[in-house]
Nanobody, 117 residues
Framework: QVQLVESGGGLVQAGGSLRLSCAAS????????MGWFRQAPGKEREFVAA???????NYADSVKGRFTISRDNAKNTAYLQMNSLKPEDTAVYYC???????????WGQGTQVTVSS
């Protein structure tokens, strides 16, 4: 069982930056692929970025070049650095974890990110 707790959300002006953190419980953090997702009001949850246990990363086209996912296995923490934020980035951001290539098994409670124009 893995528990995930996000932090770092808030209100920021367009063009600004935020860094989200995802603290994970457990002693096998390094074996998990960590992902970030978001859900805007009235929209479905969408993939943002992932950092696999093997060390590769991938991003949604909408955030490439602006967002960076990273992880610190010694601290059991994943991060999402968000730069050049746009109003359309406004959403609840969720951290997720999975083993293998299946669906994400564990989810955090989410953190609100609001970007004002």
């Amino acid at each position: 069982q893995v528990q995930l707790v996000e932090s770092g959300g808030g209100l920021v002006q367009a063009g600004g930056s935020l860094r989200l953190s995802c603290a994970a419980s457990g002693r096998t953090f390094g074996r998990y692929t960590m992902g970030w997702f978001r859900q805007a009001p009235g929209k479905e949850r969408e993939f943002v970025a992932a950092f696999t246990w093997r060390g590769s990363t991938n991003y949604a086209d909408s955030v490439k070049g602006r967002f960076t996912i990273s992880r610190d296995n010694a601290k059991n923490t994943a991060y999402l650095q968000m730069n050049s934020l746009k109003p359309e980035d406004t959403a609840v951001y969720y951290c997720a974890a999975k083993q293998g290539i299946g669906s994400y098994e564990y989810w955090g409670q989410g953190t609100q990110v609001t970007v004002s124009s």
